[in-house]
């Protein structure tokens, strides 16, 4: 894998990705042990099941950050795809105030690891679906996670509640880039968005490409595994 270190790039996500941050956070100050309880819009998983993925994923890019520094390639999560699965399960169960407790925690550990890389910046790592990704990647990946993530937890009291919730500079940054990657699954590289996707508004259209909503009559974008 080519090096894809573009510093004005990194500069940008890495900023949006702070603002995202703190708009997590805030949205969280009302979180209610009620809250935890109810199914997110995640088949099978809380909102304390996407908490606790949210403050893994975070840990498990910090922990990139800091072995790439030492010149180190490292799986995402120790121990793979189970691990993170009993992980997750471990922590659903948490109050509310553990929760927030922890999402902040690894945010700041997150952000301390980023600003501190250096040669991290070049370097790569294996991500838990098996795929090789560069570092300097992974600020996106995490910024395109708490974004989605956010809306998954399904509580429209705080903010956080699908596409609609995300917020405009992260729709306007990952949208031309994932309709891209929508269109190189095509033959010969090439697959237009269908009419229906073309139409929608954009956090929905982007939404459609990683997900998060459905057309009636058309299958899903497939990117997201």
């Known amino acids: 894998m080519g090096n894809t270190f573009d510093a004005a790039v990194v500069n940008r996500v890495v900023e949006g990705l702070a603002?995202?941050?703190?708009?997590?956070?805030?949205?969280?100050?009302?979180?209610?042990?009620?809250?935890?309880?109810?199914?997110?819009?995640?088949?099978?998983w809380t909102v304390g099941h996407v908490l606790a993925h949210i403050t893994q994923q975070g840990d498990s890019i910090r922990r990139i950050f800091l072995a790439a520094e030492q010149g180190q390639i490292i799986d995402q999560y120790e121990g793979g795809m189970s691990a993170r699965v009993a992980a997750i399960e471990g922590a659903a169960q948490r109050s509310a105030t553990e929760h927030v407790a922890d999402v902040r925690r690894?945010?700041?550990?997150?952000?301390?690891?980023?600003?501190?890389?250096?040669?991290?910046?070049?370097?790569?790592?294996?991500?838990?679906?098996?795929?090789?990704?560069?570092?300097?990647?992974?600020?996106?990946?995490?910024?395109?996670?708490?974004?989605?993530?956010?809306?998954?937890?399904?509580?429209?009291?705080?903010?956080?509640?699908?596409?609609?919730?995300?917020?405009?500079?992260?729709?306007?940054?990952?949208?031309?880039?994932?309709?891209?990657?929508?269109?190189?699954?095509g033959p010969m590289g090439f697959n237009d968005l269908p009419s229906q996707v073309r139409t929608l508004a954009p956090a929905q259209r982007l939404g459609w490409l990683l997900g998060r909503v459905s057309i009636e009559g058309l299958p899903p974008a497939g990117l997201m595994g």
Not at 23 to 39: S, Y
Request: hydrophobic share 40%; with cysteine; net charge negative.
């Open 106 to 185: 690894s945010i700041y550990d997150l952000e301390g690891a980023i600003a501190s890389a250096r040669q991290g910046w070049f370097g790569t790592a294996r991500m838990v679906s098996g795929a090789i990704a560069s570092v300097a990647d992974l600020p996106l990946r995490r910024w395109r996670e708490v974004e989605v993530h956010q809306g998954d937890l399904g509580l429209s009291e705080l903010g956080c509640d699908g596409p609609e919730s995300w917020s405009l500079n992260y729709v306007r940054h990952d949208l031309p880039g994932m309709t891209m990657q929508f269109k190189a699954h």
């Open 19 to 44: 603002q995202s941050h703190q708009k997590l956070l805030l949205n969280l100050e009302a979180l209610t042990d009620e809250m935890v309880r109810l199914p997110s819009l995640l088949e099978g």
